[in-house]
């Protein structure tokens, strides 16, 4: 190993986290129906097993910054991927919905810890002229283990048991316990000062309020004192997080980062790619499943073309970035989020599964050239004392953004599943004597109406990214323009 270069045994490590992590979230959205059924729940409860993983990163992920600094990198990530392990074991052994989402929380401590800390070590082991290269290794893991997830979980799902969706972690993340171990360096800052308790108290509490807010609005009504008061008070938590970290000298989520205009750009850009990106895979996985009747491994051989179009694409993109820019790479990834979900209203369950798959790769290119630029030019400015505040900053922002969109459009699809619930019920009462078999497919149209404009909203919101593209500007990233990306394959 001594003379493999070192930022490649970073990678290495980086890849079996970052592996199980990606792959976590796709496996277990193909299981949402047959755990409904498990475990006698509903949409609410199944949003929150997304959520409450999404939430539980969102909540570690600011303060890992603060811990690899301070413990160091080595032992921080070792220590992540041993208790996203443990979550996943724990998962693997629930009873219930709300064990599940307890234990997907424990399993989130992990996952939290493991990106912003990994990406923090391997963006020190790559020099700038060298980000895009590393963004090109990062979209191994990033398209491989979303392919690998649906189909492997539809295949557990189906024909073992959904059990063995967690359980499939734990080899992987021995693996990777072992290699870290005996391969990592330790790294700290010396300025890494005390942790900041009341900022991480107020951006927990804040974020799991507003996620709160959202998912119980469409069945306790929106002007109830539960959803209002939670909502107004996350609210307030976030805007006195902002006060705090501005005003104390070793932040945990240290905003005065945000000053430098592509770092502030690419993160603003990211929250919106995820939100639109995570929220739209949630819809997409229900429709398949819950209307079309599709089972878990159908729907995952469904997504997984749009996998193998991010990686023929990966390298296009890479190559395109030094002599493209970020700016216009990412207008063009918007633009096809905003399409591929809008094309989603016309879909309905006589549409032949091809033209979804088309639809599906079109996203595909869109997350090719999404993932690589913002990555490579994120951090084009940043100190390398920074960075890895900086890292835990953007991986919070990204986590932040998919539980937004999780929580979104699922607001969305329950509020329009019962405002036609009315319409379904008229239908059906008007055909009262019709074959039952008309019955029932009026109420299935208005199943899919509702799915319309959940997907209409995801339109909206990748149509917002679009234009806030016009934030980059491609000088801010010149320091990671130097290097064409396509060198990666060289080494």
């Not at 993109?317 to 493209?324: A, D, E, I, M, N």
């Amino acid at each position: 190993m001594s003379r493999f270069p070192y930022r490649y045994i970073v990678a290495v490590a980086f890849l079996f986290g970052l592996f199980m992590d990606l792959m976590d979230l796709t496996i277990v959205n193909v299981a949402l129906p047959t755990l409904g059924r498990e475990f006698n729940i509903g949409h609410s409860t199944l949003e929150w097993i997304v959520t409450g993983y999404l939430l539980s990163l969102a909540v570690w992920i600011p303060a890992s910054g603060w811990i690899g600094d301070k413990v160091g990198t080595k032992k921080t990530f070792i220590f992540a991927l041993a208790a996203f392990c443990v979550g996943s074991a724990l998962c693997g052994f629930a009873q219930g919905g709300e064990q599940l989402v307890a234990f997907r929380i424990i399993q989130g401590i992990g996952g939290g810890m493991m990106t912003p800390v990994g990406t923090a070590m391997l963006f020190r082991a790559f020099p700038p002229a060298e980000r895009a290269r590393a963004a090109l290794i990062l979209t191994i893991p990033t398209v491989v283990a979303p392919a690998v997830g649906p189909v492997l979980g539809g295949y557990l799902v189906d024909y073992v048991n959904w059990r063995w969706i967690f359980f499939v972690n734990l080899p992987i993340g021995v693996v990777g316990l072992v290699f870290s171990a005996l391969f990592l360096e330790e790294h700290t800052e010396p300025t890494a000062g005390g942790f900041d308790l009341p900022g991480f108290a107020l951006s927990a509490s804040g974020l799991a309020l507003v996620l709160y807010s959202l998912s119980r609005g469409p069945e306790a009504g929106w002007g109830t004192l539960e959803v209002l008061g939670t909502g107004i008070v996350g609210v307030v938590a976030f805007a006195a997080l902002i006060w705090v970290e501005l005003h104390t000298a070793q932040p945990m989520l240290d905003l005065r980062l945000y000053k430098d205009r592509m770092f502030r750009s690419a993160s603003i850009v990211f929250f919106i790619a995820s939100a639109s990106l995570i929220g739209a895979f949630f819809l997409l996985t229900l429709f398949l499943q819950e209307l079309r009747g599709l089972s878990a491994i159908q729907t995952g051989l469904i997504l997984l073309p749009q996998a193998v179009t991010v990686v023929m694409f990966a390298q296009v993109s890479g190559r395109l970035y030094p002599k493209v820019g970020p700016k216009r790479l990412l207008a063009f990834a918007l633009l096809l989020f905003a399409i591929s979900s809008g094309v989603m209203v016309w879909v309905d369950i006589d549409t032949p599964i091809w033209m979804i798959i088309g639809i599906l790769c079109l996203r595909g290119v869109a997350m090719a050239f999404t993932f690589i630029p913002l990555q490579a030019a994120a951090f084009a400015r940043i100190a390398p004392p920074s960075i890895g505040r900086a890292s835990s900053l953007f991986n919070t922002d990204r986590q932040v953004g998919s539980s937004i969109g999780v929580a979104l459009l699922a607001t969305v699809l329950s509020e329009r599943l019962i405002a036609h619930a009315p319409q379904t019920a008229a239908i059906a009462a008007a055909k009262a004597g019709a074959t039952p078999a008309l019955a029932k497919a009026a109420a299935v149209q208005a199943s899919v109406s509702a799915f319309h404009e959940a997907f209409l909203a995801a339109f909206v919101l990748a149509l917002v990214g679009v234009v806030l593209t016009l934030l980059i500007h491609d000088e801010d990233a010149a320091s990671t323009l130097h290097a064409p990306a396509s060198a990666a394959v060289a080494e």
